[in-house]
């Protein structure tokens, strides 16, 4: 099967031709790039001071970042659809007309609470509605998204282009990031949060053009023999190799992520002004603007087993640090510091998480791609979860000692820095055997400098049980 867009290669592979290919590139990296603006904008830290600013908790903290993540299972349903209507039409409908449309009142939010129109605890618990909608109907277009650069991206520039594609989204939110905080200054009024939510409105509709620029591959032949979603996940679970994945999965972002939202709620609490907490949130960006391309880079060349190992080293120390920000001129540059060297590793592990996933699921049957997604997106959404319900009732907790304090949020940090071991083991049981460790990689890296200064530290030469 030939045509303008698609032909076939002398092993009887179908790809999409060079031109198309290289278009269809481009616009999935502008549909990152405008979808990125707009979840900045609307579903970012400013949506969380906004919600802190109409007296929102911990338990509420943690219910609507659920809500905004909590759409993942809902991609199940998007393998029917994606079986049925194709990648591109999925995305168009319902990951660019249908969130858009959920979150289009957002900006007059402000305005209503502003004049008495509407009462602080509805607005809240509006957002907290169209939040969960725009997750669902997301996530339910999203399951084409990874089929659909999967068609589309060599897997050998795989790393490369995720770090590329990784690095222009996170520039995106720096920039987008460090002009809200100009905007909002110290104590935002309550018409610069209606024009923030209205950046973000617009650009979740313009995606919806780049969206309808996308190349397919055909759907395969057998499509209609797969099984059902359920059957996928089941038989996704049954698989050992994939089994131990998805566990990895669900353990390392419960573990990462589970103190995000929080950290912009105790900065508050500390007395941190509203344009300094997103001007910090902006190092996030800052660090995978200057780390992606390199793990990128590194991944192609060494694999992904080095790339993990480094990662959970890096995450373990850049959420235990937050025990230590207090309010005092410190505390002040460190938590730019600990924002982007968590931004850093964890940039590291989604570019090994990802190349993982491209280079074990066969273009065949993309449907376990849809079930990695799945368990990232829930397990991203339970974290806040879970941290919000440990907060609330670990409230009374304090202890002091001496010049010591510790409260529930210091146990927080504390805790999930602890959980990443967890799934540093598990990832042990996934690695390909012919991948380079994370010491050896270390130690490659560093050679110049060993050679410049001399071989004061010796490495180990073992590979994977191997002399």
Known sequence: MTNDIIRQTKTGRLVIRSAHRRRSIRAAVGVAMLHTIGATCLLGSTLQLYCLSLGAGDLYLGLLNFAIWAGGPFSLLGITLMRRFGKRRILVFWAGILPAICMAFAALLPLMGRFGWISSAWILYWLLAAAALRSITDSIGGAGWLPMLQDNVPTRISGKFFAALRTYWQSCVLASLLLIAWFLGSEPAWWKF???????????????????????????????????????????????????????????????????????????????????????????????????????????RFG????????????????????????????????????????????????????????????????????????????IAIAPLISGLFLKLSADWHFESGGLSINNYHMLFILASALVLIPHRVCKKFQNNVEISAVEVFAIVTRPMRMLFGPFVSFPTKRNGRK
């Open 194 to 300: 209606c024009v923030v939510f209205a950046i973000g409105e617009a650009s979740f509709i313009v995606k919806i053009f780049f969206l309808r620029q996308l190349k397919e591959k055909p759907l395969p032949e057998n499509s209609n023999d797969l099984p059902s979603p359920w059957g996928v996940l089941k038989r996704a679970v049954a698989d050992p190799k994939t089994r131990h994945f998805l566990g990895y999965v669900l353990l390392y972002n419960i573990a990462v992520f589970m103190c995000l939202p929080f950290q912009i709620k105790y900065l508050k609490d500390l007395g941190y002004s509203a344009g300094y907490i997103v001007a910090a949130t902006s190092m996030v960006s800052v660090g995978a603007i200057l780390s992606l391309r390199f793990w990128g880079k590194l991944a192609d």
């Open 304 to 379: 992904n087993r080095s790339i993990f190992g480094i990662s959970h080293v890096g995450i373990v120390v850049a959420l235990a640090g937050w025990a230590l920000v207090g309010h005092n001129a410190f505390s002040t540059v460190f938590v730019f510091v600990l924002y982007a060297g968590w931004s850093i590793f964890q940039g590291a592990n989604g570019i090994a998480q990802i190349r993982h996933m491209f280079q074990t699921v066969p273009e065949t049957d993309q449907s376990n791609l849809v079930i990695i997604n799945v368990f990232i997106f829930f397990s």
